[in-house]
């Protein structure tokens, strides 16, 4: 069947880029992981240039998950737009009410990483940086719900890679933009991030393979035009 509206996505990245920034074209714009002053500059060149708009359009930026190299360009953005910042609600559930003092935890990290490397990835909400992502955001997110005024687009809550990972879907387009919870920067096929919780990774693979996909957008490496790319597929552990 084919699509029945036509692709929204346009890919805001070059080769220098760290991660995947991209830009969804609705009546107003939302921008999805701005990695870094670099995409954000080539942001504003496009939608100028290319699509003829204003940044001024942009109404909404989301945050996949808030990991470093898919948040620097945020506060480049705030120079020319007041769009609001949007991640996960599942982000701040699954950081901790508390503050780490002093140098315990670079310490308990270190250790952690060393001897227990699965138990390490849930280290980073406890980190200084986790809470400061958590501070560039505005929205929070709660899985299934549409995009605030873009309701075309689903919230997918991908928890796996991290504890906040989201993916955006829209059953229209059959668009997938889905953060780390796959890369294809290995290779033509999406590798996906399982991470250290694999029973959630398993929960979010038998979601979004049910999803009807065509067009695949990974926070790094080459988006997939295909059908059913999800069906191809490798897991690194």
């Not at 503050?99 to 200084?128: N, T, W």
């Not at 309701?151 to 990972?165: L, M, Q, V």
């Not at 920067?185 to 990774?201: D, I, K, Q, T």
Request: charged content about 20%.
């Amino acid at each position: 069947m084919e699509p029945d509206q036509r692709r929204m996505v346009h890919t805001i990245t070059d080769r220098f880029s760290m991660a995947n920034t991209y830009l969804i074209e609705d009546e107003r714009l939302v921008v999805v992981d701005p990695g870094s002053d670099l995409n954000v500059r080539l942001l504003h060149n496009y939608i100028r240039q290319f699509l003829g708009r204003s940044p001024q359009d942009i109404d909404l930026v989301v945050l996949t998950h808030l990991h470093t190299n898919h948040t620097p360009g945020v506060m480049a953005l705030k120079a020319f737009c007041s769009a609001p910042v949007a991640a996960s609600a599942l982000a701040r559930r699954a950081a901790p009410k508390i503050e780490a003092k002093g140098g315990m935890l670079p310490r308990i990290s270190h250790f952690a990483g060393r001897m227990l490397p699965d138990a390490f990835q849930y280290l980073e909400v406890f980190s200084s940086t986790y809470a400061e992502q958590m501070r560039l955001v505005d929205l929070w997110l709660e899985d299934v719900n549409g995009l605030p005024e873009h309701p075309d687009w689903r919230i997918i809550a991908s928890p796996g890679y991290t504890p906040g990972s989201l993916c955006l879907y829209n059953p229209f387009s059959q668009e997938l933009i889905c953060g780390d919870t796959f890369i294809t920067s290995e290779g033509e096929v999406p590798h996906l991030h399982a991470g250290a919780r694999r029973y959630l990774f398993r929960e979010t693979l038998h979601l979004l393979r049910s999803l009807d996909v065509r067009y695949l957008y990974p926070g790094h490496g080459r988006p997939i035009l295909a059908r059913s790319p999800l069906q191809r597929y490798g897991v690194e552990w």
